[in-house]
């Protein structure tokens, strides 16, 4: 089991920054590949950036030049750095760890285990 807990979200003003941050525990190889995903009132969850298990990043178009993943495995952290903010950007953001084969980076059923979420409100 893996255990992940995010810490970080809060209000902004649009053009603002925050910093979101993924704690694991647990069996946490499972950390080697990893995923935001964020989830607005009304909307389906959907993928943000995705950690590979050989580091390599991807994004949603969306967030691409504006947001960036990163991860420390010394620390079983993952992180968000959201810069340039929008309020379309409102929503609760998810970390998710423990990749299944045959599902792509931005498809939920990729991931086994899920934090509890963030809330980040931009005005």
């Known amino acids: 089991q893996v255990q992940l807990v995010e810490s970080g979200g809060g209000s902004v003003q649009a053009g603002g920054s925050l910093r979101l941050s993924c704690a694991a525990s647990?069996?946490?190889?499972?950390?080697?590949?990893m995923a935001w995903f964020r989830e607005a009132p009304g909307k389906e969850r959907e993928g943000v950036a995705a950690?590979?298990?050989?580091?390599?990043?991807t994004y949603a178009d969306s967030v691409k030049g504006r947001f960036t993943a990163s991860r420390d495995i010394t620390k079983n952290y993952m992180y968000l750095q959201m810069n340039s903010l929008k309020p379309e950007d409102t929503a609760i953001y998810y970390c998710?760890?423990?990749?299944?084969?045959?599902?792509?980076?931005?498809?939920?059923?990729?991931?086994?285990?899920w934090g509890q979420g963030t809330q980040v409100t931009v005005s």
């Open positions: 998710a760890a423990g990749c299944r084969i045959g599902a792509s980076w931005y498809e939920i059923k990729r991931y086994t285990y």
């Open positions: 647990g069996y946490t190889y499972s950390i080697y590949c």
């Open positions: 950690i590979a298990s050989d580091g390599g990043t």
